[in-house]
């Protein structure tokens, strides 16, 4: 009885204040920054509820007893480690957030120039690269993949996979994907100006691109589905899921559906992933050394994916009359459109001619079929 | 003297042009802005010198091709 009158300050540990100052910061990036604000806010927001002690928010029954902490092995008995565990374990919400990005995906520049899917696959490399240094310092092949993933900077895919692999780790995985998200434009520029010459990124690209026809649109969804899954088979959930959305959008006869999945849909399904994985950055989870181990090589993930877009992209330069602007390639990471504007915005820098945008709009769409992908291959490799 | 022509690399609609007529640019100065794909664009001079045309206004709608405006140098 004495327990309901207990003070919460009481129980205030130094991790945990730690974590409400995180939870400060990153609602401070969201809201006075706008970084990635639908995500940050939410996140950051959890971040905060969670440490508080008491409050029961991820408590489970673990052999009969309450723990407040988030127990893989127990039932969840808080508000948001139900959502967690019926939400994110059960994989529900990653795979449908899919959905939603399909119904607000435009194929068109991809389709237009095609070439720039080959630009999507290769800043998976990156993926693979943080992967084997992952090896290298000892964590175990199912938590490898679960860092290198990271590099594609594709939240949903991140928790999928880490989820079905790693799960201990989705707190500082999740977070690591969208933090990079959010900190595309601080990341990416000093790794493509490393590896480009002034000139080179100024090459100029004409703004016109082909003129995609309907029938071009309605049919990618349907074949790349097909193909995509027989090919890595594991991958079905979320290029399932991510091509169904398109479809509603693109078969002209599902505009309603479409509009619920682009728009509330995947609102509310934005709402229940940010508080959970916010929920999920307790002190006890996350400030140990590996967490934070996990959190600073993605980031090598990240950059190494920017890298290997934009060394392919000169690689294809060697090969094709028609010159591509290298640094399109950096947008093969799937962080749509922040990669792309990054590009953008680069562009102009260099020669104010330029107009990369729809350019780089490509490689960036590829690359989230080339994360769901390559999430896709891990899983069938060692899931 | 030479001129440039302007035109706009993509479609969108335009929230403001940000020179008049007979203005003195720089390379690189922003002409407009243009919103497009839900972010804000602005359209850059490729070339310093003088605005001696402008061929769009603020609100409107345009298409690839599109004259932004015209500078000479």
Known sequence: MLELFELGFL?????????????????????????????????????????????????????????????????????????????????????????????????????????????????????????????????????????????????????????????????????????????????????????????????????????????????????????????VPKSAPLIGMFMFGNLLKESGVTDRLADTAANAFMNILTILLGISVGCFMSAEAFLKVESLLVFALGCVAFASSTAFGVCLAKLMNVFSKEKINPMIGAAGVSAVPMASRVVQKMGQEANPRNFLLMHAMGPNIAGVIGTATAAGIFLGMVG | MAQEKVEFPITGKVISVNVKQGDTVSEGDILCLLESMKMENPILAPVGGTVSEIGTSAGQVVEVGEVVAVIEY
């Open chain 1, 11 to 231: 129980h205030l540990t130094w991790g945990s204040v730690l974590m409400l100052l995180i939870g400060v910061v990153l609602l401070y990036l969201g809201i006075a920054k706008k970084m990635e604000p639908l995500l940050l806010v939410p996140i950051g927001f959890g971040v905060i509820l969670v440490n508080l002690p008491l409050g029961g928010l991820m408590e489970c029954i673990v052999n009969g007893n309450v723990v407040e902490a988030y127990a893989l092995g127990g039932e969840p008995a808080g508000l948001i480690s139900r959502v967690f565990r019926y939400g994110l374990a059960w994989e529900i919400i990653p795979c449908f957030i899919f959905l939603g990005l399909g119904a607000m995906t435009d194929f068109g520049p991809l389709l237009a120039n095609p070439k720039t899917l080959i630009l999507g696959a290769g800043a998976q490399f990156g993926v693979y690269f943080a992967f084997f240094v992952a090896l290298l310092l000892g964590f175990s092949i199912n938590e490898a993949c679960s860092i290198g993933i990271i590099g594609g900077a594709d939240g949903p895919t991140t928790i999928y996979l880490t989820n079905r692999l790693a799960p201990h780790f989705i707190g500082s995985t999740a977070v690591a994907a969208y933090t990079y998200m959010a900190l595309v434009p601080i990341i990416q520029p000093p790794v493509i100006k490393l590896l480009t010459t002034k000139a080179e990124r100024a090459i100029y690209m004409k703004p016109q691109l082909r003129a995609v026809s309907k029938r071009e649109k309605l049919i990618f969804p349907i074949m790349a589905a097909i193909i995509i899954i027989l090919l």
